[in-house]
């Protein structure tokens, strides 16, 4: 299976692409699925009873009613894995080989989908093997974030058959691949489900993920070529070390970066978690809710691609990044009136404000923690920035969904408020930074 690297860069960005393609199915059914299938936090309300946790009667009627929590759970599950397993991954490919640990990841997504839209065909009160349908949903995310913890094993795939030069072009086909991925996936998702308000969850989206996993799982068992050699750099990553963040956040030229990085991706997570749930609060179907989603993808990724990618070397790392973040703050604000007024044309509206502001932000935060690093301390910095907006990740979606059965304009308004901190975080910051040596 030798090949020139220029096939390579293309085999790997398709496994990755379909593969990603199954994510973006799912993802926009999940909080629907996991509501339907009566999530509860029953088990919360009895719990924090049994360690001697007082709570009032209402506040534990509320609990035992509310199922914010569990869906947040549900959400984050798959995040909590992949921050557990991608350095696991990673360290073991540098030792059996890049294509073993993809071929597993694409095997263990193909089972998980399948396992997902068996489950969805189910009633909220069937059992399988002693275990709830909502339970097996969590086995089912928790599969796919085990098997999806891979992205980093393709990224060192992806450096292992570049040089230098090449480097940041191959890496960014990963990026492409996650915009395709997010805009398709919901598209083909759409065109298996019915647009019926009051159907049950299909089982089509699952298994249709399923397969496009095992299109990726025979392209690269047929196609893929083995990238790691003697010269390879390492895939390692680590975990969150308390120890290099409590370094990173004592340095004042770091510290309002790494935060901002931190508060932006909860934000963003709180907004991504519980849009699903809004647009089943407008009584938007869910044909429409995926194509919702593939909206989003697509602004996401045009503006990525194209708006920021333009926009950044004439405006600079600062400004653009307090852009987004004022943008950011706008789109939420917006998006909780709109979810007061239940008015579906205003939300397509409003939804782009919060979208470009989170495209403008990214790479800019990431850019200026670069540039504001030492070349001996660029790895561990940025390893940081990584943990930071993993943590983010896990939390967001707990936070949103959780508050979300307080209001369903609340998870918005709390998220503004939280990145109208990023802004001034953001806008304490001197316009240029020093490069250090």
């Not at 249709?208 to 299109?215: E, Q, V």
């Amino acid at each position: 299976m030798n090949s020139s690297p220029r096939t390579r860069l293309l085999l790997i960005f398709l496994v990755v692409v379909i593969d990603l393609l199954g994510f973006g199915i799912v993802l926009p059914l999940l909080p629907r699925y996991g509501d339907y299938f009566r999530a509860s936090d029953s088990w919360l309300a009895e719990g924090l009873a049994a360690i001697g946790f007082g709570l009032s009667e209402s506040a534990a009627a509320h609990l035992r009613s509310s199922d914010g929590v569990t869906l947040g759970l549900l959400m984050a599950s798959f995040s909590a894995c992949q921050f557990v397993f991608a350095p696991i991954w990673g360290r073991v490919s540098d030792r059996i080989g890049r294509r073993p640990i993809l071929l597993l990841g694409l095997a263990g997504s193909t089972l998980s989908y399948l396992l997902f839209g068996y489950v969805s065909a189910l009633s909220p009160d069937a059992m399988l093997a002693g275990l709830c349908p909502l339970g097996w949903l969590f086995v089912a995310r928790i599969g796919a974030g085990v098997a999806g913890a891979t992205i980093p094993t393709a990224q060192a795939y992806i450096a292992d058959s570049t040089d230098e030069t090449g480097r940041g072009k191959g890496m960014a086909l990963v990026g492409a691949a996650f915009g395709v991925g997010f805009t398709l996936g919901p598209l083909l998702g759409a065109a298996f489900v019915s647009n019926d308000r009051m159907a049950p969850p299909s089982a089509a989206p699952g298994y249709l993920a399923a397969a496009l996993s095992g299109m990726a799982f025979l392209l690269a068992l047929v196609r893929l070529p083995e990238s790691l050699r003697e010269q390879s750099q390492a895939a390692r990553r680590g975990w969150f070390s308390l120890s290099e963040v409590k370094a990173a956040l004592s340095r004042p030229m770091i510290r309002p970066l790494l935060l901002t990085m931190f508060l932006t991706t909860f934000a963003f997570a709180q907004f991504e978690s519980t849009l699903s749930l809004l647009t089943k609060h407008f009584g938007i179907a869910q044909r429409n809710n995926f194509l919702l989603f593939a909206y989003i993808g697509l602004v996401l990724t045009l503006s990525q691609g194209i708006l920021v990618r333009r926009l950044l070397p004439r405006l600079g790392e600062f400004r653009m990044a307090l852009t987004g973040a004022t943008l950011m703050v706008a789109g939420l604000v917006l998006l909780g009136v709109t979810a007061q007024m239940e008015s579906t044309q205003m939300l397509y509206a409003v939804l782009p404000v919060s979208v470009i502001g989170f495209s403008a932000l990214t790479p800019s935060l990431q850019a200026m923690l670069s540039l504001n690093s030492s070349d001996e301390e660029q790895g561990g910095v940025l390893g940081v920035g990584q943990s930071m907006t993993a943590m983010a990740r896990i939390l967001g979606p707990i936070a949103g969904l959780t508050l979300f059965n307080f209001g369903v304009a609340i998870p918005y308004w709390a998220a503004a408020g939280v990145m109208g901190l990023g802004v001034l975080l953001v806008a304490a910051l001197p316009a240029k930074r020093p490069v250090q040596a």
